[in-house]
């Protein structure tokens, strides 16, 4: 197949996968935390497609550049940076590596997370320091570093946190992560408030268990709890990264213009559905 084929089957399988027009987010840039797999590398597959710079953040190079290689077809301009959420010295190396290679910085994805099933009386000081500092003071420390940078966005800056429905619920056996999210709940709201008047929208998007996750493999597969999560589900299925990834899309266009402070719940009726089973 010549590199002309390659590039047009590469353009019409990105244009399947598509439900928004294809520039809609060109010429911004995004940082994606925890961008190399999962959920993250969703997001900023969808996004790439859509037009935007890609700023990938995590802590591995190795699954940093698989993701590139990922990446390439969506035909975005990529920077792959390894850090870690939880030291605020990186995360600020990270928006200054942003600015100087693609000129500013448009919308940042919090997305970066750690959680594991422990029993709360099982769980040790560490264990718990471990997802606050992750899932908590990593969406601090990004959402500081990158205010003066979000502020400049000629589109107005976008934060959106990918947080749970387990942070207004609890969540028995994942109350560090439970309590980590309920925190971004909190710091979500204050910030939409805040930063309104420099036309950053922050927001949060729950999402139920995702396909071909870290988190469905651990909280759900190796626990052999996948079926009863299953009938959990309203529309009797899990969902795939896509759907989360087209949710931030829509947040991060202009179609968000007007939403701040709002939680968008993607789960297929999982918080709900689970009351009556
Ligand atoms: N059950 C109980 N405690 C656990 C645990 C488990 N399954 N996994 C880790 N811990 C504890 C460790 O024992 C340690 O506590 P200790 O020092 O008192 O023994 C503490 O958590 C920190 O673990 P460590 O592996 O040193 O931390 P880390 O910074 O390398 O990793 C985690 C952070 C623990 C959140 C790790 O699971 C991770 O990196 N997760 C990212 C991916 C992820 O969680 N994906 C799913 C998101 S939904």
Known sequence: MDLN?????AANANSARLVFRDDLLAGRTAIITGGSSGIGLGIAEVFGMLGAN????????????????ILEP???????????????DSTQDVVQQTVERFGGLDILVNNAAGNFHCPFEAL????????????????????????QALKRSAWGGRIINISLSQAASGWPGSAHAASAKAGVTALTRSLAVEWGPHAIRVNNILPGP??????????????NEASKELERMALGHFGQTDDIAQACAYLASPAGNFIT???????????????WV
Not at 5 to 9: D, H, I, N
Not at 54 to 69: N, T, Y
Not at 74 to 82: D, E, L, N, W
Request: glycine content about 12%; some cysteine; aromatic content about 8%.
């Open 5 to 9: 084929t390659q590039a047009e089957g």
């Open 54 to 69: 890609l700023v990938l953040v995590g802590r591995k190079v190795d699954k940093l550049e698989d993701a590139r290689q």
């Open 74 to 88: 969506t035909g975005a301009q990529i920077m792959t940076v390894s850090s870690d959420v939880r030291d605020y």
């Open 124 to 147: 040790t000081p560490n264990g718990w320091r471990a997802v606050i500092d992750i899932d908590l003071n990593g969406t601090f420390n990004f959402c500081h570093t990158a205010f």
């Open 210 to 223: 995702i396909e071909n996750t870290e988190g469905l493999r651990r909280l759900y597969e190796v626990r």
């Open 261 to 275: 402070g709002c939680d968008l719940t993607v789960d297929g009726g999982r918080w709900l559905k689970r009351g």
